[in-house]
């Protein structure tokens, strides 16, 4: 092989490699992308199921609790009906962000869909589930979210169900959606 032929050779490997690694990097932001929500920083619903099954599996495997909220907002159709969707959905922005900022680096927040969103918190049981519902809601109406300039107040409902051996991540977010509709019609 004559010394141009090799240079050419181990140019093309190098161009090849740094294309390969190119595709590694888009596939890896495809797959993050496809795990996370396209409006908000929360998982989307595919994400946040994940984030359970995983949970599920540790708190088997180590024998810890978990808890489980559930948030339906009140009045959301109210604010996109008075202000517009584009402050509808810079509020579940402000929710999502205001979620994730009082959580802990071990929880997860996930939006499953329109104004409905999960909360996951690993070593923590109903007692806690409930006081940190408490805490959320009251920062929702206190924190709201600003558009053009004003403070809106929010609301929501939470439903709040402990772990208790779940193994299948669906029947737990039903459990939870069904003690939020208790509380919302409780209200």
């Not at 181990?10 to 595709?23: F, K, Q």
């Not at 609790?65 to 509808?88: I, W």
Request: proline share 2%; hydrophobic share 45%.
């Amino acid at each position: 092989m004559t010394d141009v032929a090799e240079h050419d050779l181990t140019a093309e490997i190098a161009r090849l490699r740094a294309e390969l690694d190119a595709w590694k990097q888009r596939a890896a932001a495809a797959e993050a992308a496809a795990d996370h929500d396209v409006l908000t920083p929360a998982l989307n619903r595919r994400g946040f199921v994940a984030a359970l099954q995983r949970a599920m599996a540790y708190c088997q495997r180590h024998e810890v609790p978990a808890v489980l909220l559930y948030l339906d907002m009140d009045g959301f159709k109210g604010v996109n009906d008075r202000l517009g969707h584009a402050a509808g959905d810079a509020a579940l922005v402000a929710v999502a962000r205001m979620m994730i900022g009082h959580l802990r680096e071990s929880d997860a927040v996930g939006r499953l869909g329109g104004d409905e969103f999960a909360l996951l918190m690993l070593n923590a049981g109903q007692e806690d589930g409930r006081a940190k519902a408490r805490q959320l809601a009251e920062a929702l109406e206190t924190e709201g979210f600003v558009w053009n300039g004003e403070r809106t107040p929010l609301g929501g409902s939470f439903g709040v169900r402990a772990w208790e051996g779940h193994t299948d991540a669906e029947v737990w977010l039903t459990e939870a959606d069904a003690a939020m509709w208790v509380r919302k019609k409780g209200r």
